[in-house]
């Protein structure tokens, strides 16, 4: 992994920024409400902690959207990422493997047994390692049902954690941080504060220092992950926490690291946390 030393000022990098790609202010809208259908409302705000000192709030990005994209999710006939949280409520009672099992006969009904997993993820296993979603879900294909485990960004792994998510729709983010967390939450925030690649960039650059500014067509936000996993139309598909933590670092024109690594989910940690309070909206719509 290719990154620099955090001795650069951010005013130097920033002004690099500027340079390259021209910047815009423009605040999230401050009167935006997001209702699901006209029924669940979600918080797109909340108070910041001793875990975003350097925030006044925190922000969903779907505040930063533009009006059409923020309607997209309101409506979950029109939200494109329901196609795929579809597609895993198919896969959640389908038998695979040699045990010829289907989620639904260990776990039963996702509405159930599901409600509130993506809220606390990552998570410790039971042998204290942490795991994302991705890991739990490739845990039971090969370890209970005898089946091959599924690519971290594939199809049937985003629209298995599609619609896992769903079931904690409107639940507040709520992570474990102490105890033997820590030293993964540790971990993800120093790589949070650490600047990357030839733009020398952090995580904090753009979604702490900078959000709010528009760097060409894009509007950055404070990067929270209670959407994910969402549906991007720039891909025209749904995209998973590590893809789109690999996109940003290889912006910064850095080696990134993998999709599944000890790094990505200390990452995932730490930016969980960021979002406390905030609704998990999966799925979401982003641009």
């Known amino acids: 992994m290719q990154h620099l030393k955090p001795a650069k000022s951010f005013a130097l990098t920033a002004a690099a920024l500027v340079a390259l790609t021209g910047v815009a202010m423009a ?112 845990n039971c294909r090969t370890e209970r049902m005898g089946a091959e485990a599924w690519r971290w960004s594939g199809d049937e792994m985003t629209s298995m954690t599609s619609f896992i998510s769903l079931q904690s729709r409107g639940m507040p983010v709520s992570v474990q941080i102490d105890g033997d967390a820590a030293p993964y939450w540790e971990q993800g925030r120093d790589m949070y504060y650490t600047r990357y690649g030839q733009l020398e960039l952090s995580c904090a650059s753009c979604h702490e220092e900078s959000y709010g500014l528009m760097i060409r067509a894009d509007h950055l936000s404070q990067g929270q992950i209670n959407g994910f996993p969402t549906y991007r139309l720039k891909n025209a598909g749904i995209v998973s926490i590590h893809n789109r933590f690999r996109g940003c670092i290889r912006d910064t024109r850095a080696e990134t690291f993998a999709e599944g690594s000890d790094e990505f989910r200390a990452l995932e940690l730490y930016v969980a946390s960021r979002g406390t309070g905030l609704s998990i909206e999966g799925v979401s719509v982003r641009p």
């Open 27 to 138: 605040d999230p809208d401050p009167t935006a409400e997001l209702v699901i259908d006209g029924e669940l409302h979600l918080v797109t705000r909340a108070p910041s902690d001793a875990i975003t000192p350097n925030l006044p709030e925190r922000y969903s990005g779907w505040l930063f959207r533009e009006s059409d994209t923020r309607a997209m999710q309101m409506d979950d006939f029109e939200n494109p990422a329901m196609l795929a949280a579809e597609a895993g409520a198919d896969l959640w009672t389908t038998a695979d493997g040699t045990a010829g099992q289907s989620c639904q006969d260990c776990h039963g009904d996702a509405e159930d047994s599901m409600a509130g997993v993506r809220a606390g993820m990552p998570h410790l296993n039971a042998d204290g390692v942490l795991w994302s979603m991705e890991d739990y879900v490739n």
